[in-house]
T-cell receptor, first 114, second 114 residues
């Protein structure tokens, strides 16, 4: 069965600092991996996805994530945090072939300090 | 940009009452989903729907739940007799294709069962 673990339910960084949100997954088949972001009172918006092409994936708003099979990780990073990055971030996994459901992590709330 | 719209944004109901949550998916999308998030917990898959029938459902989606696409635009989730533990944020999503295609989520409907 697939699962996702996000380390840290709450991460706080200073504006301009590096953002690192951790995600580890478990899957019996090659996974598709996703990061979604949820701003207050809004739906889940796709940041980026990994679908077995390049292991370093670039997304919107300057975010990127690296798929590391040996570590079963898909950590999300951004070199320099902006106040507008404050939101809840969800890592999710689905099977490579045909599965329609996403399995989500518990989410990480990112706070940006001025 | 096309979006998934959900109504109501918040509904309060008494235990045992029937609730219908409504969603208008993106017009050219063919796959439809409901997810829910109980406060403080993970976003969980409930059901996927394609070609006018359920294609996959989770253990949570028991006989109290049903989905319907009554016309060409709406996609509804009905809870027949609500329980306290049904209190959650319910997200509708749609995608062009199944598999690992990107899901577009709505802003959610918050259900409070008293």
């Amino acid at each position: 069965a697939q699962s996702v673990t996000q380390l840290g339910s709450h991460v706080s960084v200073s504006e301009g600092a590096l953002v690192l949100l951790r995600c580890n997954y478990s899957s019996s088949v090659p996974p598709y991996l996703f990061w979604y972001v949820q701003y207050p009172n809004q739906g889940l918006q796709l940041l980026l996805k990994y679908t077995s092409a390049a292991t370093l994936v670039k997304g919107i708003n300057g975010f990127e994530a690296e798929f590391k099979k040996s570590e079963t990780s898909f950590h999300l990073t951004k070199p320099s945090a902006h106040m507008s990055d404050a939101a809840e971030y969800f890592c999710a996994v689905s099977e490579e072939q045909g599965a329609q459901k996403l399995v989500f992590g518990q989410g990480t709330r990112l706070t940006i300090n001025p | 940009e096309p979006e998934v719209t959900q109504t109501p944004s918040h509904q309060v109901t008494q235990m045992g009452q029937e609730v219908i949550l409504r969603c208008v998916p993106i017009s050219n999308h063919l796959y439809f989903y409901w997810y829910r998030q109980i406060l403080g917990q993970k976003v969980e898959f409930l059901v996927s729907f394609y070609n006018n029938e359920i294609s996959e459902k989770s253990e949570i989606f028991d006989d109290q739940f049903s989905v319907e696409r009554p016309d060409g635009s709406n996609f509804t989730l009905k809870i027949r007799s609500t329980k306290l533990e049904d209190s959650a944020m319910y997200f509708c999503a749609s995608s062009v294709r199944g598999g690992a295609n990107v899901l577009t989520f709505g802003a959610g409907s918050r259900l409070t069962v008293l």
